[in-house]
């Protein structure tokens, strides 16, 4: 149905005028929603929206794509945005942070999982052969930067204090709530440089322990150090986290193939005990020099004294359990600089830095990442583009190239099921598609749809978890 202009008619023209008038008087948010309302394909819109599972930040797309026979040229499915709402399509952003998007989080979660899980019993092209190597949980930490305020009972409180009139204790009891813990007793006694480094420099470190484990490992079997790597290989992966005092570190997975990978077992020696004995005997050892630096007065990087390693006995009868390890490294893989009280966002001056809503200790060390990242000889550490991390500039989660599945093999997996509803078509088809970037996000209306959408999906997915313990159907995975 044609509008008419409401110019013409004087009947018409007041009605628009009237509607434009109580428009004026409503929200931005309620404009919005009237706009929605208006939406001739609706229905449309709220079906792209339900597919991307309520994504908090879409990436919207233009184009075609057509589905051919790849023998006879025979079009089987021809799909274009022309007949969308807005000529586009909607799809999920895939943002790992749930500060970001909670739903695309939780598949990108969930596809972690399923990375880690195959990698310690199995499945998704890996043996389950693997359930019988060595393989460890380790945690590796970092230094000491200068004492904070912990959770629980606190440094003792000592009459002395430090050069900066400041105590060198506490002498309370903290809850893990209190927004104290991970705080500097003194800020002046705090070395923020240092810090800074040691998070732009942790990826390196985990590196150089990966290199110096197979080095243990060649003392400890009698084997030279180039033999070792064709007699057995450490295949690992591990995810990052920030302690609330803003330093990283890391949880792995560790696990002794054959020289051939997860199919092949390692040789004898390589044994639980072996690897636990190396594992920290190499973390202990490993040391890389600081960067040369004026701001700072040199010294060596290293992990901090305190590591937890524990073995995965075959069975799950050990101590933790594969899924309980899978669910641990996944759930971390969701957080990010968020969870040491930082920002998600790049930081483009001091004076942006200055008005961050975060802790004195927090703004230091954003500060002094924005700092050195001034200086010539670091700026191959690119700490300005990465301050708002605390320096850190590693991926969330690595793994070894033979340690387990991949991400891509995960979501094509996914793409190819979603294919399975035309499996009647054959294998023999080929796919012509031309797509363009169209924006992204959603208006005020929108993200409050979606919003709902995603906390509705998220209630169905506990009341139907709720069932299934109830049953005794649940079996703990994702």
């Known amino acids: 149905m044609t509008r008419s202009n409401p110019y013409n008619d004087p009947t018409a023209r007041r009605a628009f005028l009237d509607r434009e008038a109580r ?47 790849a023998g006879t040229g ?50 998704k092209g890996v043996p389950d052969t693997v359930r019988s190597h060595p393989r460890l949980f380790v945690t590796l930490t970092a230094p000491s930067f200068g004492p904070v305020h912990r959770a629980g009972e606190c440094h003792r409180a000592r009459r002395r204090c430090c050069e900066h009139r400041g105590r060198h204790g506490c002498g309370r009891l903290h809850p893990n709530t209190d927004p104290l813990v991970g705080q500097p007793l003194c800020a002046d006694c705090y070395d923020y440089p240092r810090h800074v480094l040691w998070n732009a420099m942790a990826p390196a470190l985990w590196k150089a322990f990966r290199d110096n484990l197979y080095h243990h490992l060649a003392t400890r079997a009698g084997v030279g150090r180039s033999e070792v790597r064709a007699l057995v290989r450490v295949s690992a992966a591990k ?47 490993v040391a890389l020099p600081y960067p040369d630096t004026a701001a700072h007065s040199g010294g060596r990087l290293r992990f901090g004294t305190q590591l937890d ?17 899978a669910a641990y490294v996944a759930k971390y893989t969701s957080k990010g600089v968020e969870a040491a009280g930082a920002v998600d966002r790049r930081m483009e001056s001091l004076a942006e830095i200055r008005a961050l809503s975060v802790t004195p200790h927090v703004r230091a060390l954003i500060a002094t990442a924005w700092r050195l990242g001034g200086l ?23 793994k070894t190239r033979v340690f387990s599945i991949t991400y891509g093999q995960l ?68």
Not at 261 to 273: E, H, K, R
Request: proline fraction near 5%; charge should be negative.
């Open 239 to 285: 995810v990052a986290e920030y302690q609330k005092r803003g330093s990283v570190h890391f949880h792995a997975v560790v696990r002794l193939d054959g020289p051939d990978g997860p199919a092949a077992p390692p040789p004898s020696w390589a044994t639980g005990p072996l690897l636990l004995e190396t594992v920290r005997s190499a973390a202990a050892a």
């Open 74 to 123: 025979e079009v089987l499915r021809h799909y274009s945005t022309e007949a969308d709402p807005g000529g586009r399509l909607s799809v999920r952003c895939r943002n790992r942070r749930a500060s970001r998007c909670a739903t695309c989080s939780r598949e990108h979660s969930g596809d972690t999982f399923h990375l880690v899980r195959s990698g310690l019993i199995g499945g």
């Open 411 to 478: 979501r094509a997996a996914r793409a190819e099921h979603a294919r399975g509803l035309y499996a009647d078509w054959g294998s023999a088809t080929v796919v012509e598609s031309a797509w363009r970037f169209a924006g992204t996000g959603h208006t005020p209306a929108e993200a409050l749809i979606a919003a709902g959408i995603a906390e509705d999906l998220a209630t169905t997915r506990e009341v139907a978890h709720e069932d299934a313990e109830g049953s005794g159907r649940s079996d703990g995975t994702w």
């Open 309 to 325: 390693a524990h073995p995965l006995v075959k069975g799950d009868g050990g101590r933790l359990t594969d899924e309980a390890v």
């Open 376 to 398: 010539p000889e670091l700026q191959h550490l690119r700490l300005r583009a990465w301050a708002h991390m605390l320096g850190y500039r590693g991926h969330c989660l690595t």
């Open 23 to 69: 428009l004026r008087q409503l929200s931005d948010v309620e404009r919005d929603f009237v706009r929605l309302g208006e939406l001739p394909d609706l229905n449309r819109w709220l079906e792209q929206l339900r597919a991307t599972g309520g994504c908090a930040e879409p990436v919207h797309l233009m184009g075609h794509s057509t589905t051919l026979d």
